[in-house]
């Protein structure tokens, strides 16, 4: 079964820098599409970031400017946060998905990113 592991949340700062990174692991085949999505306590799901294997990259208008998502290599994607906002504290998932045989759409447990001063 496709395993999907994040890392690299934490506390910090307003203003500060985190960079979380998410693996694949236990699938034959990589991933078309890779994403970040985070969930805040009372608050839906909600898209941060999404590439694909072309490269083709997507954000949530909240953090154009400030995120920046990148495919490390065909199974390792990584998000790179600066001038982080109270905002952004969340549960911050990953989710793969491979649209061709053998199809698989797999979400990671999460890492809590908490911005507070």
């Known amino acids: 079964q496709v395993q999907v592991v994040e890392s690299g949340g934490g506390l910090v700062q307003p203003g500060g820098s985190l960079r979380l990174s998410c693996t694949v692991s236990?699938?034959?085949?990589?991933?078309?599409?890779m994403g970040w999505y985070r969930q805040a306590p009372g608050k839906q799901r909600e898209l941060v970031a999404t590439?694909?294997?072309?490269?083709?990259t997507n954000y949530a208008d909240s953090v154009k400017g400030r995120f920046t998502i990148s495919r490390d290599n065909g199974k390792k994607m990584s998000l790179q946060m600066n001038s982080l906002k109270p905002g952004d504290t969340a549960a911050y998932l990953c989710?793969?998905?491979?649209?061709?045989?053998?199809?698989?759409?797999?979400w990671g447990q999460g890492t809590q990113v908490t911005v507070s001063s």
């Open positions: 989710k793969a998905r491979r649209t061709a045989p053998p199809l698989y759409d797999a």
């Open positions: 236990r699938a034959s085949f990589g991933p078309h599409a």
């Open positions: 590439i694909t294997n072309g490269g083709t």
